[in-house]
């Protein structure tokens, strides 16, 4: 069964503008956690923010931050102010410490900053 | 050294012959993985090591793959028999505790 969800088709974002990225997720572990992680063209796969099922505050990293909502089982990604250097894949991804406690990926977001 | 390192970066193999895939993971890092992405596909879950636990090998494709790690610390992956199909990157990543897990440059490899 799929257990992350991102169904967006390729963005476009104007430089300095946010963009919401949508991740859902599926477990019924109340432990987990949820990460993002950016993939430019290089390849290499780069971590950007973590959020754990029990913390009470969405989590921010720079111009990243997280919408957690966990009734909804949603963990959308904000990338506030974008710069071309945002020109990325992202992926959602949750791992289930308790469960099999590997990391379980979306298929991916691609996002195109322009000038 | 600072990151996970995997090598070698690049392998061109014929088809039908073997090849071993390494991964050093960040010294202390407890668990790794190891992860398969086709171009312009999403990561595919191969394998997941933690400790000293028995590995969770319920991503390998076919009993042509196999992984192993030793001593807790380095990794090789190893492709028997090589198929077209295996060309792709293969990623590894390790973590110390649950709320980072770090990935390695990839090795792309290319059956032909």
């Known amino acids: 069964a799929q257990k992350i969800t991102q169904t967006q088709p390729g963005m476009f974002v104007q430089e300095k503008e946010a963009v919401t990225l949508d991740c859902t997720y599926d477990?019924?572990?109340?432990?987990?956690?949820l990460f993002w992680y950016k993939q430019p063209s290089s390849g290499e796969m780069i971590f950007l923010i973590y959020q754990g099922s029990y913390d009470q505050q969405n989590a921010t990293e720079g111009r990243y931050s997280l919408n957690f909502q966990k009734a909804r089982k949603s963990a959308n990604l904000v990338i506030s102010a974008s710069q071309l250097g945002d020109s990325a894949m992202y992926f959602c991804a949750m791992r289930e410490p308790y469960g099999n406690n590997r990391l379980a990926f979306g298929k991916g977001n691609q996002v195109v900053v322009i000038p | 050294g600072a990151g996970v390192s995997q090598s070698p970066s690049n392998k061109v193999t014929e088809k039908g012959k073997d090849v071993e895939l390494r991964c050093d993971p960040i010294?202390?890092?407890?668990?790794l993985y190891w992860y398969r992405q086709s171009l312009g596909q999403g990561l595919e879950f191969l394998i997941y090591?933690?400790?000293?636990?028995?590995?969770?090998k319920s991503g390998l494709p076919s009993d042509r793959f196999s992984a192993e790690r030793t001593g807790g610390s380095v990794s090789t992956l190893t492709i028997q028999r090589t198929q077209q199909e295996d060309s792709a990157v293969y990623l590894c990543?390790?973590?110390?505790?649950?709320?980072?897990?770090?990935f390695g440059q990839g090795t792309r490899l290319t059956v032909v």
């Open positions: 477990t019924s572990d109340p432990s987990y956690g």
């Open positions: 990543a390790s973590s110390f505790n649950p709320q980072g897990a770090f």
């Open positions: 010294s202390g890092h407890t668990a």
């Open positions: 090591f933690q400790g000293n636990s028995a590995p969770d």
